[in-house]
């Protein structure tokens, strides 16, 4: 079984710090994407990362795959209180996907 | 547009006791997938379809079967309900099977088992 660990698993911050969330695996994935999941809602999808190294960008978050597609990490700049929610990163596996343990984030005004 | 949707939104059962989840998708994906969120443990496979008249089971499958009914619905049926299937259940859909398909999930069942 892949399994895909997450951390930290629980973040506490003040709106404007930044955080880095990390996703690892002893695993090779072909790609990994992250979701994130508001209370009471099922998970969206933020982006997916294909190539080992690559970094990608969507406003403040920055999403970045490991060299040897076994790692990702998500940084959030300058968080905001829209920025809380459970992010959740998984490893493609044959015809599905494999989820991480997740990173409950609360950001505080 | 109602993507995907699950009935019903909560369930109390008492042990022993049957049902079975449903869920549609109105955007003539191919693959539809169900999993289960217990705290901590992020979301486990519990039965997924790639295409039509496919099923295959997932990480957990264990107490649960399913039916591909057509390529819009996708059933997950308990047939004697445990306590340690007390969770939130997600239904989720996607145009192909495989990591470079965006999964679009529904609402979540929460379920509880007495």
């Known amino acids: 079984t892949q399994l895909l660990e997450q951390s930290p698993q629980f973040l506490s911050i003040q709106e404007g710090e930044n955080l880095t969330v990390y996703c690892n695996s002893s695993?090779?994935?072909?790609?990994l994407q992250w979701y994130r999941q508001e209370p009471g809602e099922g998970p969206v999808l933020l982006v997916t990362v294909v190539t080992g190294g690559e970094v990608k960008k969507l406003k403040r978050l920055t999403f970045q795959f490991g060299d040897a597609r076994k790692d990702s990490s998500l940084h959030i700049t300058a968080a905001q209180p829209g920025d809380t929610g459970l992010y959740l990163c998984?490893?493609?596996?044959?015809?599905?996907?494999?989820f991480g343990t997740g990173t409950r984030l609360l950001v505080s005004p | 547009n109602a993507g995907v949707t699950q009935t019903p939104k909560f369930q109390v059962l008492k042990t022993g006791q049957s049902m079975t989840l449903q869920c549609a998708q109105d955007m003539n994906h191919n693959s539809m997938y169900w999993y289960r969120q217990d705290p901590g443990m992020g979301l486990r496979l519990i039965y997924y379809s790639a295409s039509e008249g496919t099923t295959d089971k997932g990480e957990v499958p264990n107490g649960y079967n399913v039916s591909r009914l057509n390529k819009r619905e996708f059933s997950l049926r308990l047939e004697s309900a445990a306590p340690s299937q007390t969770s939130v259940y997600f239904c989720?859909?996607?145009?192909?099977?495989?990591?470079?398909?965006?999964?679009?999930f529904g609402p979540g069942t929460r379920l509880t088992v007495t």
């Open positions: 989720a859909s996607s145009r192909g099977a495989g990591g470079l398909y965006e999964q679009y």
């Open positions: 998984a490893g493609t596996g044959f015809q599905k996907l494999v």
């Open positions: 695993s090779v994935f072909s790609s």
